[in-house]
């Protein structure tokens, strides 16, 4: 399998995107599924890459912290050979489809290759997931718990318009009788933490109409 022009946009792209967001980056070697995988992998807040056997240029121009290989065929070893070369110290994980599992043994690699800290970084506005501790701008933002899942799940989908149904899904669980003005409610508890409490230099979270929500950085000035 090729690259398509496609891919080598999305390893470009990305990998801005995690060196603005301090996301752990992962290349998906999929051999014609992956889907599943990949969005298990990228709720975790990481920036996710996918490829077919042709796997090594995307990963000299994307410089990936794990690569993972889905239901490749064996042949691909003199490809691994040649990443090992490009890339010695990148650890090479093989899955067979299950996200949850998967999810759990990139994390375990991760940390044990000496990852990063598990920070989420967006603008000025910087979450400490261990620490559960939240600053913007270099000042502490206290929040509640429920504030502080809200808050991790936009900071985890950056620049993504999240719907209300998808947030209540998330953050209160599947099944729940919540209401989407719940949300309004917690996401008007966010903005008057994060952009009224004397930290912020701007709005971070914006209304889509008819659409959802979204979290970017502050506007520069």
């Given at each position: 399998m090729s690259l398509t022009m496609g891919v080598e946009r999305s390893a470009a792209a990305l990998r801005e995107a995690a060196s603005s967001v301090e996301a752990v980056r992962v290349l998906l070697v999929a051999g014609g599924g992956g889907a599943a995988l990949g969005a298990a992998l990228r709720a975790e807040g990481w920036c996710v890459v996918r490829a077919g056997s042709e796997f090594v240029p995307v990963a000299r121009?994307?410089?990936?912290?794990?690569?993972?290989?889905?239901?490749v065929p064996a042949d691909v070893?003199?490809?691994?050979?040649?990443?090992?070369?490009?890339?010695?110290?990148?650890?090479?994980?093989?899955?067979?489809?299950?996200?949850?599992r998967a999810v759990a043994r990139v994390r375990a690699l991760?940390?044990?290759?000496?990852?990063?800290?598990?920070?989420?970084?967006?603008?000025?506005?910087?979450?400490?997931?261990?620490?559960?501790?939240?600053?913007?701008?270099?000042?502490?933002?206290?929040?509640t718990t429920t504030e502080f899942e809200l808050l991790r799940y936009f900071m985890r989908n950056p620049r993504r318009v999240l719907s209300k149904a998808q947030?209540?899904?998330?953050?209160?669980?599947?099944?729940?009788?919540?209401?989407?003005?719940?949300?309004?409610?917690?996401?008007?508890?966010?903005?008057?933490?994060l952009d009224v409490g004397g930290a912020g230099a701007g709005p971070v979270i914006h209304t889509r109409r008819g659409a959802g929500y979204v979290l970017r950085a502050a506007d520069a000035g």
């Open positions: 121009e994307f410089r990936p912290d794990v690569v993972v290989l889905d239901g070893r003199e490809r691994l050979a040649r990443l090992a070369e490009v890339l010695p110290e990148v650890p090479v994980l093989f899955v067979s489809g299950d996200g949850a991760v940390e044990a290759a000496g990852g990063r800290t598990p920070r989420l970084v967006v603008g000025d506005l910087v979450m400490d997931e261990d620490a559960r501790e939240v600053t913007r701008a270099g000042v502490a933002v206290r929040l947030i209540l899904e998330r953050v209160w669980g599947a099944g729940t009788e919540a209401r989407g003005n719940l949300v309004e409610l917690y996401v008007s508890y966010l903005r008057r933490k």
